[in-house]
């Protein structure tokens, strides 16, 4: 699956949840103005 997330959203939902270590990391590395973040999930 894919999807697109403004980059504000990612950095909040990672401030507000439950979420890996790999997440965190994305989240502190963006700028609430930066481009918008592509999610690639692979389901089981």
């Known amino acids: 699956m ?3 997330i403004d980059a504000y959203k990612f950095i ?3 401030q ?3 979420v890996s270590d790999k997440f965190k990391k994305i989240a502190d590395g963006l700028k609430e103005d930066d481009n ?3 999610v690639l999930v ?3």
């Open 36 to 38: 918008p973040v592509v």
């Open 12 to 14: 909040q939902h990672a």
């Open 2 to 4: 894919v999807t697109i």
């Open 42 to 44: 692979k389901l089981k």
């Open 16 to 18: 507000t949840h439950k």
